[in-house]
Each structure stands twice: as C-alpha cells, then as structure tokens.
C-alpha cells in the first residue's frame, strides 16, 4: 500500500540549530509533494511544494525541501531553526492524479530559546 | 480573506450522541474534502465532495458516518452514536477545483472527543 513515513517523531533543536525532517515514500509513479506546518491552536499551512522542476524547492520562513526521486525522498530542511518554529510538521504526497492527500504521522519540533 | 472554517474547534460528546462537523470553504471554492487524524497518527482522507455531490467517499468509515455539503451553507460532517474511537481531530480542507494539480487548503480542525 502507498504510504509516506517520518522517522523523527519527536526533534528538540536549540536556537541557530540546523534542521533536516525526513520523509519517504513508497509509490514509483509520478508524486507531487508537501511539506504542512501547524503550529500550536493553528490551521495547517504549506510551507513548500514540488510538482516538477528543480528538485531543491524553496518555501517560506526560510523553509526548503529537496526531491530525490531515486530515495523517495523529500526531506525538509532549514539552516537556523527560531523558537518560533516549535510546530509539527507534516509531509504529504499526491500520487499521479489523484486528489487525495496521504500524509505522514508529523513531526513535532520543539525548539528551545 | 478568509480561509477555511471549521466549528466546533472543540466538541465533546457521550458515547451514543451525534456529533455534527461545520466546514466553510474558502471562498471560491466549491470542492472539499475531509480528513481525520488519529492520536499519534497522520491526517487520513474520507471524503471528497462538491456542491450537492459526493465524489468519493472511500475513506468513511461505513457506519455512523456520513458527509454532505449543500447548494447553500457549510459542508457537514456528521456521525452518528460516537464511540470513544471517534475521538481525533477532523480536519476540513477546500480547493478551487479538482485538487488534482491545486493545493489543498485547510481548517483549523475540529477536536472530537468522546467520553
């Protein structure tokens, strides 16, 4: 069954820390891919998207993303993480045309002053 | 502008009650799909519909749970004697059209819980 995995369940970062989320796939067809964040009491917002192209994705709030279709991969990454970032993040794919969202189990950052 | 909304935010109910879940889509949009997450667990998609239309509603539990979203007014969430396993947070998402190459745009959500 399709299906997309978050390894890191749990990460806690002090401030100016580096960030790398993993996310993996398992579908070998044509993906378009996401990266969610909640924060705390808040909606869910796309930080980032790939649908095609240039496989290094920039999103907001310094946010950016890298597909590597031979891992099925799209991992998130940020250099300096803010305290402000503390929310779980989600990573979603779209597989071929469909409509529907499979998303990961999140990842709650918690970063530290 | 507006974004998705969703009411209750929070919606507590006993074992054999009805729980009724708002959506309002963003607005333009006519299409809105419904998904539940599951403590420690991933939102999962239930239904997709547009207006006076379910298009696919294969993810839905097949009792107790059913969804409509009207000409007029909000898309409803409905399910039927909870359960305590009803309880998770229900997330209401809308596009412009079919979100085959749209993003999803989501709610808040609504946390069910069951006592």
């Known amino acids: 069954a399709q299906s997309v995995s978050q390894h890191n369940h749990h990460v806690i970062l002090s401030e100016a820390a580096s960030l790398e989320l993993g996310c993996n796939y398992s579908?070998?067809?044509?993906?378009?891919l996401f990266w969610y964040v909640q924060y705390p009491g808040q909606h869910l917002q796309l930080l980032l998207k790939?649908?095609?192209?240039?496989?290094l994705v920039k999103g907001i709030k310094g946010f950016e993303a890298e597909f590597i279709k031979s891992k099925f991969s799209f991992n998130l990454r940020k250099p300096s993480v803010q305290w402000s970032d503390t929310a779980e993040y989600f990573c979603?794919?779209?597989?071929?045309?469909?409509?529907?969202?499979?998303f990961g189990s999140g990842t709650r950052l918690l970063v530290r002053p | 502008n507006a974004g998705v909304m969703q009411n209750p935010r929070h919606l507590v109910r006993r074992r054999g009650q009805e729980a009724r879940l708002r959506c309002s889509p963003m607005?333009?949009?006519?299409?809105v799909y419904w998904y539940r997450q599951l403590p420690e667990e991933g939102l999962k998609f239930m239904v997709y519909?547009?207006?006076?239309?379910?298009?696919?509603e294969s993810g839905m539990p097949k009792e107790r749970f059913s969804a409509e979203f009207p000409k007029e007014g909000p898309s409803i969430l409905r399910i039927q004697q909870v359960v305590r396993g009803d309880s998770a947070a229900y997330f209401c998402?809308?596009?412009?059209?079919?979100?085959?190459?749209?993003?999803?745009?989501f709610g808040p959500g609504t946390r069910l819980t069951v006592t």
């Open positions: 998402a809308s596009s412009p059209r079919r979100a085959t190459t749209y993003e999803q745009y």
């Open positions: 579908y070998g067809g044509t993906v378009n």
């Open positions: 790939y649908f095609s192209g240039d496989p």
């Open positions: 979603a794919v779209r597989m071929d045309s469909s409509y529907k969202l499979i």
């Open positions: 607005k333009g949009h006519s299409h």
């Open positions: 519909l547009q207006k006076e239309n379910i298009i696919d």
